[in-house]
């Protein structure tokens, strides 16, 4: 979209038109001293609250109290099956099968347990592919489970990089490192939407290209959850792992989501490690059962699940059921376009948007550099309630969420650079 206009009142007016702005008052906007709303952009980071949060889970805070353990079974949603009530819209969100996805731990944990089924090095192929500029976490996870399996961090680990003088990934030089190293690597552990940058990769291509020369596919979608639509399923890839507290609003540290393809959902022999939460839900509780791995992602769980924690996604799934990915994406897009408009108005030669141009290669985050800045800029924008990301040593993260932020918030948030820039 290529209409976008200046000035507040055409912000407006897309606030007016837009079809999903009602969501925004299913949200707790955090407020300044006078009242006024943040303008929070960190969406990214750490959702926001939907109001309904609360609610769901003062149930089963109700009727652990007034049920005990009775509630496992008779409580008004059972906590036996919880996460089977958040399956299928958390299979949609990711473009899943149902049988693909389950919702446990945290997602390091996931990723570890993943790699445990889906990273067999051998002495001469035992070599993991990932972003130069992947997620500190996931880097750490890699690095660890090389050292686990007596290999050298440094020499197993291969970094995908940008090109000298570019910020984002070229497809053709993953394609280069597979040619010639492929007989090397066993696993791609590639972030879907890079944290730092906001590139949006081609999963399918990622996941044909890993598969032509034998390697593992996995995907961390931390912030591609609630934001693109990765069409999981139909990519092929292998696993994915992702968070629940960034994009999807879900509360602070609150458990992750795993995906593991179908073509793996009945191979017993993959090695896993397991708790009694894998084993076969009918036969569970005799105790006493050899170890009986449930089909597909739920055979990954170990633990019986924290509901607290499960209540609050329940509550951020049933409002992204309710609204589904097609509405949001095409708001989103819409949104981050008008953004880029602004910016790019700005016309200072100082500012650099490194997120890439095409919609669908981003989701809703702009990862805008500016030359010469130091974290000043950043207070200077929390000071006047404008809630961005500093990543050193000069980029500002922000992510207008498509459920909750506005038109108005990019235009006022664009209005105060400038006046910052120009002090
Ligand atoms: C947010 C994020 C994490 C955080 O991991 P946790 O285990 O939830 O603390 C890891 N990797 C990526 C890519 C992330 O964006």
């Not at 090095?121 to 890699?142: C, G, L, M």
């Not at 989501?257 to 896993?272: I, P, Q, T, W």
């Not at 791995?293 to 990954?300: F, N």
Request: aromatic content about 10%; hydrophobic content about 35%.
């Amino acid at each position: 979209m290529s209409n976008y206009k200046q000035g507040l009142d055409f912000a407006k007016s897309q606030d007016q038109n837009d079809p999903i702005s009602s969501y925004r008052n299913q949200f707790h906007i955090p407020k300044d001293k006078d009242g006024n709303d943040w303008l929070y952009f960190t969406g990214n980071s750490l959702g926001l609250q939907p109001k309904a949060t609360k609610e769901y889970i003062n149930q089963e805070l109700e009727d652990w109290a007034n049920l005990g353990v009775e509630g496992h079974f008779e409580a008004k949603n059972p906590w036996m099956p919880y996460h089977e009530f958040l399956t299928e819209s958390m299979a949609k969100i990711v473009g899943a099968k149902p049988i693909e996805v389950v919702i446990m731990n945290t997602l390091t944990t996931n990723l570890h347990l993943l790699m445990v089924s889906f990273y067999q090095p051998t002495k001469t192929k035992y070599k993991i592919v990932i972003e130069s500029d992947a997620f500190p976490s996931d880097r750490y996870a890699v690095q660890t489970q090389l050292e686990f399996h007596g290999f050298n961090a440094s020499e197993g680990v291969i970094e995908w990089k940008p090109r000298e003088g570019e910020e984002l990934l070229n497809i053709d030089d993953l394609e280069t490192i597979l040619e010639e190293q492929g007989d090397e690597i066993a696993l791609l552990l590639i972030g879907g939407v890079n944290y730092y940058t906001g590139q949006y990769l081609d999963i399918k291509k990622i996941a044909d290209l890993g598969h032509a020369k034998d390697c593992m596919v996995g995907i961390d979608l931390a912030h591609g959850v609630g934001n693109i639509k990765p069409d999981f399923h139909n990519s092929g890839v292998d696993f994915a792992a992702w968070c629940t507290y960034k994009y999807l609003n879900a509360g602070p540290g609150s458990l992750g989501g795993l995906f593991v393809h179908e073509k793996h959902a009945h191979n017993k022999d993959l090695k896993r490690f397991a708790g009694w939460w894998s084993h076969n839900k009918s036969t569970r509780f005799n105790m006493r059962q050899p170890l009986d791995i449930i089909p597909g992602a739920e055979g990954w769980q170990l633990s019986n699940p924290p509901i607290l924690s499960m209540a609050a996604i329940k509550a951020s799934l049933d409002m992204f059921n309710e609204v589904g990915m097609d509405a949001l994406r095409a708001k989103s897009e819409k949104l981050t376009g008008y953004f880029e408009f602004l910016i790019n108005e700005l016309n200072n030669e100082k500012i650099k948007i490194i997120t890439p141009t095409n919609p669908k290669e981003r989701g809703c985050q702009l990862s805008i550099q500016v030359k010469d800045a130091d974290k000043n800029l950043h207070k200077q924008l929390t000071e006047a309630n404008i809630i961005t990301d500093w990543r050193e040593p000069d980029v500002i993260r922000c992510a207008p969420v498509p459920l909750y932020n506005t038109f108005v918030d990019v235009y006022k948030m664009v209005e105060k650079l400038k006046e910052i820039l120009n002090r």
